[in-house]
């Protein structure tokens, strides 16, 4: 059985993560989405929220897994038996940053490969950064994240 | 069973394109390394030459099948019921037009999904263009492609 | 009046340029396509041929001038009384020649400056080498191109 | 009237943003410059100051508007009623985040389109944060901001 | 006598700055390695230990002086009496923001040159973030850093 | 004594490339002029020609040699006695492959290493096929190259 791990903060989930992880699907057996603690980036959701949001957002979790992870990626990822990491390309500026863990992580763990995605073009101007920043200042973020963490958005901003 | 379909001119095959093949057949059960026929091109070596190479590169051709294609990807894809097009990636600029290829190809045929594969940082800098170049003035090119490459380059260029 | 000229080889025009068209028709109050007759690139359809597809892509003609050049683009522009150069910009690859032909005819002519426009994200992948290079082969680009562009590629490459 | 909206921090307004204004109002009839409030990126001058040093470092004020907003940009800008936002561009990453920018914008309003210009190609180096470094060290920065401007750095800095 | 500067932060000093620094003494009379004191980059190591480090870490002190500075890097430099600055270069991303410093750095200092050498393609994913985010999760960076760099950083982060 | 190489095809030599020549002996003790005949490119000046140009645009010719080779570049460099190959840079695309080249070469022969240099920033944009292009168009490239490549582009493109 191939596992694809597909890490990543989630603060929140986009729809270009989805789509990410549907396509993530049609290539490994199991996909495991990986929720990282990430106590540096001071994220806006608790780990808990994130994963929340993440099980909301998905329509079938047929073949995925989602969990936290607080150690690091290639450990876990050997733990976890996974053949490949999975990571989501937008632009370059990603790219370069891809490109130097994907070579710092094969080197801590030959055998793991990284896998990159690229999301439908309607999602390659999406993160979750932008997303939080229109939706803080009242703008609508309905066609960028799922119902789900449209509303828990809201919450948060005290904009209901 | 998950196909993929690494395409390209292997003009000739070097140790970088050697690395994506074996990377991919760890994610896919059959990897099919499809040689463009690419007149436009003008390629140093003739489709049969480089199909040759590659399969006199390659260790073992467990799940590996070899062959040429005169048509659109996305066709050529289709017919050989692939999940997924495999590219390997090296630099920002090969990145550009990557993006471009696979947006295309996914609005050419939706289900068809792009896979990046980065080779080893050591052939990061690789490429069949910097190969011929370098063989043609006389360099030595055995570490960047296999001793069959080798031997045809020097005969190609009346080196022996 | 304000006047933005938006020059290149138009071989042929696709969406996208019909798109950074309407743009600058919001901006400027008169356009003005200008087609490169850029004898060194050897262009499929001839200077007449892409200024009758340019006419026939567009609904409206209003505020677009349409007409071949062949002289230095700064000077073209000048005797247009152009206040502005139009340039459409897709990805970073793009970017740098845009930069620095920019900066080039800025130097030729410090009081024409370069204007540069986005396309919708759709046709971020878009350019017409790739469209012929996908009608050549059979594909069907006819979300790409106007319909009449379409019709043109198919007699070109003798598909009807 | 075509209104032109030129938003970001100023903290403090430089050279280049100065040349970029100039070159919209040859494109505009009005350009509002919008400082942005900007509260998480503590600028070292408040939205008063920042206000004062534009108005302080322009020569004329026809045809230009300066004032702070703080909602989302698209709001604003439909309130304005502009027909245009107005971002300066100097190199890649400034490109690939203002290609990220353009596209949100444009999603969040469709008749809201980005006009990018290009400083001359003295201002490529510039920005605000490393004028503030230099500024801070005692370095002289009057060939990259006004006199004005350069003299409020030297107060905030303690070095008169 | 040619005197080049090294600057950086080097918290810590990694496998890929020494790279640098023997390419160095290959072109210089003398290389200084110069510590920026850096305080709101907040580094994890002191001025002092990370000077103790580079110290530690080199073979040979022959042609290189370490100490740290506090002022403006062209002012520090023509007080050195050095000609040029030294830079490594890893990839895109850092061209964009070294080609920005040595722009602004000549237009300080017209006679002080800016010269990149590229390390070893085994470091050109090497940085000192990625080293101490694998040290702080348990990961082995003992390729990746001198010996006595690697001892500190487990000190530092109480793994042994 | 420190010998540095610096190849390219000149064609026609720019400012450019004079300004990269002048800071190269600001480091090396002897900076090799090294003219590739490159036969491929099809170059519009003859070698005698661009070696001529190159020498009538030096103001002094102090510690520099003009030569042209016709061999692989790192063969040139060892039989030279060079100890480092220099590049000129301007934009990242140019980076991308400066940066690949470098890596081979130092592939090719570990004791060459490539030292990059920045042009001033007027000189960011300049490129010999950009001058080329504008003089073959009758525009003014005086300001781009010396006097006397100017005079030999006007007789070569009949503008006298």
Do not use: W
């Amino acid at each position: 059985m191939r596992i694809g791990i597909y890490p990543g903060t989630f603060d929140p989930i986009t729809n270009g993560h989805i789509d990410i992880i549907l396509r993530s699907t049609m290539i490994f057996d199991q996909v495991v989405v990986a929720v990282t603690t990430n106590q540096n980036k001071s994220p806006l959701f608790t780990v808990e929220e994130r994963i929340e949001m993440i099980r909301a957002s998905l329509k079938s979790l047929d073949h995925i897994e989602i969990e936290s992870f607080d150690e690091l990626l290639v450990n876990y990822a050997l733990r976890k038996k996974a053949s490949a990491l999975i990571r989501g390309l937008r632009a370059t500026s990603d790219f370069e940053y891809e490109f130097q863990m994907a070579l710092m992580n094969s080197k801590l763990c030959k055998d793991l490969i990284t896998v990159f995605l690229m999301p439908n073009e309607k999602y390659t101007y999406l993160n979750s950064t932008i997303v939080k920043e229109v939706a803080r200042l009242g703008g609508s973020v309905e066609c960028f994240v799922s119902h789900f963490v449209n509303e828990k958005l809201k919450v948060k901003f005290n904009l209901t």
